[in-house]
């Protein structure tokens, strides 16, 4: 694979600024890496432009599930339940080193909105949508039967319980090896530059080049383009009012806000749905090999994405959820190591609360050349990507369109991960460090030794893995989208600050000053992201 990093950023600016493109996407989010992989493995030219680091966004604030959504079969969206299964199913394919199989819990009491017989209904219903290609068939428990699977959950009034199969991911990682995959296809993508104002053609009205500004240099220039994607997830109506005059906004952005605590403090190793009885919410708490998820919340929110966040009531509905569901933890706000928050970018529609308005993508586009997309799962977002491409070559020439391929996106992100090799590579690997790498990154963590294995300190081989393969130029955006340090460790691994900010310094020719400002942005950032901690 091709390197991905600062030195590639560096190339890719020259590039932007020299070259015209078929295709340019802004948002480097999920759905953008996902439209650059598709778009640049059909044939077409490349651009991709993200004002902030890539996976800024709610794609690396998620529940980091992949999952149907049992809860809305409710809402009887049988259809986008049926996709995002579907979806599933080929994630596991494609990307078997971030998406990984989970058991999920559904614990059922005299007072749940929905009783046995009908969650036994919806269950049959779930696994049929996934037309049974899950990795495991639901079961229906006992009370006694629940307790002993999961002795942590509340009996009083206990009946029992389904548990059924999804699957957990690293949200922001998917994001990162979609990205490389589209950068060894040819696409052109940088972080830290904003689209700053549309250019047409006087005569035709069609798009012709987009302003731009690159965050890090404070530098402007063109980008000349025959389309543009925009696909920026909360902030489409914030950049729509920027880029079109008589905008319309499109959205009903709710807020979704996850606690994370130690696995010594939630100890579960299946999933539990904690439907709080008195909503339509649902809250999961989710166990990952370094920490355990609390989460989300779902409230309309309104202004900046940017600035959401979380807010102490929002902590103390989480808990007293967690603490109805899990009586014995006794849970309390010193327990959770850190927080996070994100806003979905949901289509707006008349339902009547938050839980309720569809999780469907929209795909708009004009006559002057702009595909605008909002809504949407993150499960479906290779769908969602598939679709917008489409898009964009009706409206080529079919001279150009007899030179493109077909979608080509069930192929695995890279060479080193089909399911046989991940599981082999789990198998092989001769000891603790090599181990912990070949689950993140499957049968590359060879490479990864070969390149970066001159120390035993992880957490330094990562962040050389991250510079040289993911453009990862600050030391805030390692810490939070490229390892789980600012959410799962007690410190946020401020422990390992001085190591790691060296080897970025080395490897990107800091000197003292930067360093320190970078190792003061990132406990600035800590600092803003726990300021609902009474005690903080």
Not at 206 to 233: A, P
Not at 319 to 341: C, H, M, Q, R, W
Not at 387 to 402: G, P, T, Y
Request: aromatic share 10%; with cysteine.
């Amino acid at each position: 694979m091709k390197d991905f990093s600062f030195v590639t950023r560096v190339e890719n600016i020259e590039r932007l600024k020299n070259e015209e493109f078929d295709l340019l996407i802004i948002g480097g989010g999920i759905t953008g890496a996902g439209v650059a992989r598709d778009a640049a493995q059909r044939g077409l030219k490349v651009a991709l432009i993200e004002s902030q680091d890539f996976a800024y966004g709610t794609s690396s604030r998620s529940s980091k599930l992949v999952h149907g959504g049992i809860r809305y079969l409710e809402n009887l969206e049988f259809h986008l339940v049926f996709e995002a299964l579907n979806e599933r199913t080929k994630l596991f394919e494609i990307a078997p080193h971030l998406v990984h199989p989970l058991r999920f819990m559904i614990p059922l009491y005299n007072d749940s909105r929905v009783g046995m017989f009908k969650m036994s209904l919806g269950m049959w219903l779930y696994d049929g949508l996934a037309l049974f290609q899950t990795p495991e068939m639901h079961e229906k428990l006992d009370k006694i039967e629940t307790l002993d699977r999961v002795p942590i959950v509340k009996g009083q009034e206990l009946v029992g319980s389904f548990v059924y199969s999804d699957a957990y991911m690293d949200d922001d990682r998917l994001v990162h090896e979609t990205l490389r995959s589209a950068n060894d296809h040819g696409a052109i993508a940088v972080n830290y530059v904003k689209a700053v104002k549309a250019q047409f053609d006087k005569e035709s009205n069609k798009i012709k080049s987009v302003e731009v500004l690159d965050q890090q240099t404070d530098t402007s220039f063109l980008i000349r383009t025959q389309q543009i994607v925009c696909n920026v997830g909360p902030w489409t109506d914030l950049v729509g009012q920027k880029l079109f005059p008589n905008w319309k906004n499109i959205l009903r952005p709710t807020k979704g806000v996850h606690l994370t605590f130690a696995k010594d403090r939630v100890p579960i190793d299946t999933a539990v749905v904690m439907a709080a009885q008195d909503s339509s919410r649902i809250v999961f708490a989710i166990p990952r090999h370094e920490m355990v998820i609390i989460g989300t919340t779902d409230t309309d929110y309104k202004g900046n994405p940017s600035d959401a966040k979380v807010e102490f009531e929002d902590v103390a509905y989480l808990l007293k959820v967690a603490n109805d569901y899990f009586p014995g933890a006794k849970l309390t706000e010193k327990d959770i190591i850190s927080g996070y928050v994100g806003v979905r970018p949901l289509v707006k529609d008349e339902s009547d609360n938050e839980g309720k308005t569809s999780r469907e993508h929209t795909i708009k586009q004009d006559e002057r050349g702009f595909i605008v997309v909002a809504g949407g799962k993150y499960t479906t977002y290779r769908l969602m990507a598939e679709q917008i491409v489409d898009k964009v070559i009706s409206n080529l020439s079919f001279e150009q369109k007899a030179k493109l391929k077909k979608c080509e996106t069930n192929a695995p992100l890279n060479e080193f991960v089909s399911i046989d090799s991940y599981r082999e590579s789990l198998l092989s690997a001769p000891d603790d460090l090599q181990k912990k790498l070949a689950f993140r990154y499957g049968a590359e963590y060879k490479n990864i030794m070969d390149r970066f294995g001159i120390t035993d300190n992880l957490y330094v081989i990562e962040a050389l893995q991250a510079i040289h393969t993911t453009m990862c130029v600050h030391l805030v955006d390692f810490y939070t989208r490229r390892v789980p340090l600012f959410l799962a460790e007690k410190d946020h691994g401020l422990n390992h600050i001085e190591i790691v900010a060296n080897t970025f310094q080395d490897c990107l020719g800091w000197n003292e000053a930067q360093k320190e400002q970078e190792i003061k942005d990132l406990k600035k950032y800590i600092q803003d992201q726990t300021s609902w901690k009474k005690n903080n």
